[in-house]
């Protein structure tokens, strides 16, 4: 019984459900997707039918009758399946009724959507845009900007619209874009510089904060790692803060911002510097990577700094790379530095140093290199290209073999920038004075006779032609080598007040001073003289002969062990 009943029920279902069908095919052409879902799943949706034959069976009886039969055969496949079509029929419910309830209301909800369809202004449609999709069509109009860069102008000057005209001014965007055909123009940067100063806590830059940040970061002390680490963040911060002022006013002098902000610029940077060398060597790589950035950013806007400091923060930065395992960077940098600069011997210290922890083979192949170059300083071609230059640009050589320069390139050489980039007479370098092996030409052009007399004014080159000579030398006289003790000089140089020689010698030096002056000008010179010499006596200078002797005789030793 309860099968039979089962499939009257659902024959009868399945009438009722295809003449539901019919009737709401209007609202098919109307595109309300009904027909598929009444076709394909009509004979699954056992539970289904009854609100809908309750609702239709009173109108198409006769109807349901009538078809009946013809729907026989296709109920029985939906009585087999009836444990599965169960499980689907409440999914489908909804499907089927709201296509026959909502077969009045269609026409308005089309009418509603066509009454909402009105066009927003530019300011609406920029009204509605995110912070992260402002930064986005910002980028799209070729602006460096972030959040925190357009914060930091706000702390400097918390008026929106002037921020906002200065980037556009900064970037050029004034009818550079087409909102109808763009989707943006420069009205945008506003926006953007509103809703970062509504989700920002912008506190204006007060002067006397800053100076005692400053201050503050002068008179720190090194502690412990984890101190020392919150001490670079809070100085990482004051120095953003004074390179955003520098930037803002278009500073580029230490001595100059310095007077805007009232702080010591340049022992600040020098601060940050030695702190930043501390603390990064054991933070993580990514951290050194963006102070290089950061401090370069600095040093670049204050260009007095970055002549002073370029070469420290190049070898502070390549340290800090090798400590990090990335030997290959710091080594390029190491290269570029020593490539571009004719001081070396410094550059090589810290290279070398800089390995000692971490690679002692390599330490001493760049002490070796280091070595190798002051050999190469001591050669005669490069001896005479530091302090001779090039030939044919910087000297001429004369038929005689003998080396001069012309009026102009005599110029040239006094010039403090010509004589930067094309000669090398620093004083710490290994050099020598006097003849070169040809036996002709002086090491340096400050000992070439004729070159000496031609850099010569007008009236000393007149007292030398008086007396027929063109150095000073030739007016004292000239003489050989007076043995292999000479000169004594380079040991007297040496002495201390450690010795009762040296302390004599110190006293000597002392005397001269004061009375050869007084003999010169003195109109009784007899007088003068006498006093100058008690005053010599009473130094000892006997302990200073004595001490000289010892090392000639010592000198005179070691000599004639080579004869």
Not at 184 to 191: A, F, S
Not at 286 to 306: K, N, P, R, T
Not at 444 to 464: I, M, R, Y
């Amino acid at each position: 019984m309860p099968t039979k009943t089962t499939k009257k029920v659902t024959n009868k279902k399945v009438v009722d459900k295809k003449e539901e069908v019919k009737v709401v095919k209007p609202v098919e052409e109307k595109k309300v997707e009904t027909k598929p879902v009444a076709e394909k799943k009509a004979p699954a949706k056992k539970e289904e039918a009854k609100p809908a034959e309750k609702k239709k069976v009173t109108a198409k009886k006769a109807t349901a009758k009538k078809k009946a039969p013809a729907k026989k055969e296709e109920a029985k496949p939906a009585e087999e399946k009836k444990a599965t079509v169960e499980k689907k029929t409440p999914a489908k419910k909804a499907a089927a009724k709201p296509a026959t309830a909502k077969k009045a209301s269609t026409k308005k909800k089309t009418t509603t959507k066509k009454a909402t369809t009105k066009k927003m202004t530019k300011e609406e449609q920029y009204a509605r845009l995110s912070l992260d999709t402002c930064l986005d069509l910002a980028k799209a109009m070729s602006m460096d900007v972030t959040r925190d860069s357009i914060i930091q102008q706000l702390i400097l000057n918390p008026d929106v619209k002037s921020v906002s005209e200065n980037l556009v001014n900064k970037y050029q965007l004034t009818g550079k874009f087409n909102f109808e055909e763009d989707g943006y123009d420069e009205g945008l940067v506003e926006v953007l510089v509103s809703k970062v100063f509504e989700t920002a806590d912008i506190k204006p830059q007060k002067p006397e904060d800053l100076q005692a940040d400053v201050t503050h970061a002068l008179n720190y002390k090194y502690t412990d790692v984890v101190a020392d680490g919150e001490e670079y963040k809070d100085q990482f911060d004051t120095m953003r803060k004074v390179l955003m002022i520098a930037q803002h006013k278009d500073i580029h002098d230490s001595k100059k911002l310095e007077e805007e902000v009232g702080v010591d610029v340049e022992k600040f940077v020098e601060e940050f510097m030695d702190l930043a060398y501390s603390v990064l060597k054991t933070w993580k790589y990514e951290d050194v990577d963006y102070y290089e950035h950061f401090i370069y950013a600095v040093l670049s806007q204050l260009e007095d700094l970055h002549n002073k400091y370029s070469n420290r923060i190049m070898m502070d930065v390549a340290d800090l790379y090798i400590l990090h395992g990335d030997y290959g960077l710091g080594d390029a940098d190491y290269a570029y530095i020593l490539r571009e600069n004719q001081i070396k011997d410094y550059i090589y210290y810290r290279y070398a140093s800089i390995y000692e922890g971490v690679d002692k083979d390599k330490a001493k192949q760049i002490a070796n290199q280091a070595l190798q170059f002051v050999d190469d300083l001591l050669s005669e071609e490069i001896h005479n290209l530091r302090f001779w230059g090039v030939e044919g640009e910087d000297y001429q050589v004369g038929d005689d073999g003998l080396f001069y320069r012309t009026k102009e390139q005599r110029a040239k050489a006094a010039e403090t920038d010509y004589k930067a980039s094309h000669a090398c007479s620093y004083s710490y370098f290994p050099q020598y004075d006097g003849t070169c092996d040809d036996g002709l030409n002086a090491t340096k052009p400050s000992g070439q006779a004729k070159e000496f007399f031609d850099g010569l004014n007008d009236d000393v080159k007149k007292a030398f032609q008086a007396y027929g000579v063109e150095t000073y030398v030739e007016m004292l006289g000239t003489n050989e080598a007076p043995g292999p003790w000479y000169p004594m000089w380079s040991f007297s140089n040496n002495f201390t007040t450690d010795t009762e020689g040296g302390m004599a010698w110190t006293k000597i030096g002392e005397v001269k001073h004061e009375q050869l002056p007084q003999v010169v000008m003195a109109k009784d010179f007899d007088s003068a003289w006498k006093t100058y010499m008690d005053a010599y006596n009473a130094c000892n200078p006997d302990a200073f002969l004595s001490e000289l002797q010892a090392e000639l005789d010592k000198r005179m030793k070691d000599a004639a062990k080579y004869e």
